[in-house]
């Protein structure tokens, strides 16, 4: 596993794009979120929602599966009130494999065994700092392949 800065995300990443989408619940965690893939020179691709309005999380968990089919990232963070429903919503489509984390050892793990290609987080559950160490260590967190191949496989 890379060494990673307590801050920031690992320069290696910098030439990805990350798509990032949330319900009005997780819209002030999504920003924080953006706002901290941007300093790190991500690319970022906010799907929404933009105003702390009422919207409905299916909706944009399929923008963003749709945005990972389409070719236009690999990856993608998902936020909600709980992370629960967006999850749910996002896990319908079958090259979607979103992992709910609450801490760094869920991310870990849903790297290295599940090969996940969604964060999906809660917003009125964990803090911010937590929620920036998921995203730190799910984006530097390679996939271990081996036993894991013919499971994963099975889901999609
Ligand atoms: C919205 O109030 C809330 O239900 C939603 O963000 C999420 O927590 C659902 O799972």
Redesign the pocket.
């Known amino acids: 596993m890379p060494v990673l800065p307590p801050k920031g995300l690992c320069l290696e990443m910098t030439a990805e794009t990350i798509a990032i989408a949330s ?1 009005h ?2 819209l002030p965690l999504k920003q924080a979120l953006k706002s901290e893939l941007e300093r790190s020179g991500l690319g970022v691709l906010d799907l929404g929602t933009d105003a702390a309005d009422s919207v409905d ?1 299916p909706d944009f968990a399929d923008k963003l599966a749709a945005v990972l089919k389409a070719g236009k990232a690999k990856r993608g963070v998902l936020v ?3 992370g ?3 999850s749910m919503a996002a896990n319908r489509h079958r090259h979607v494999r979103a992992a709910l984390c609450h801490d760094a050892t869920s991310a870990r793990l849903a790297r290295q065994h599940n090969d996940a290609n969604v964060l999906a987080l ?1 917003a009125r559950l964990i803090g911010e700092e937590t929620a920036k160490e998921c995203l730190r260590v799910f984006l530097n967190t390679a996939y271990e392949g081996g036993r894991h191949v013919r499971r994963v496989a099975k889901m999609s």
Request: charged letters at 10%; hydrophobic letters at 25%.
């Open positions: 319900d619940a997780g999380y909600c009130g709980t629960i429903g967006i809660g």
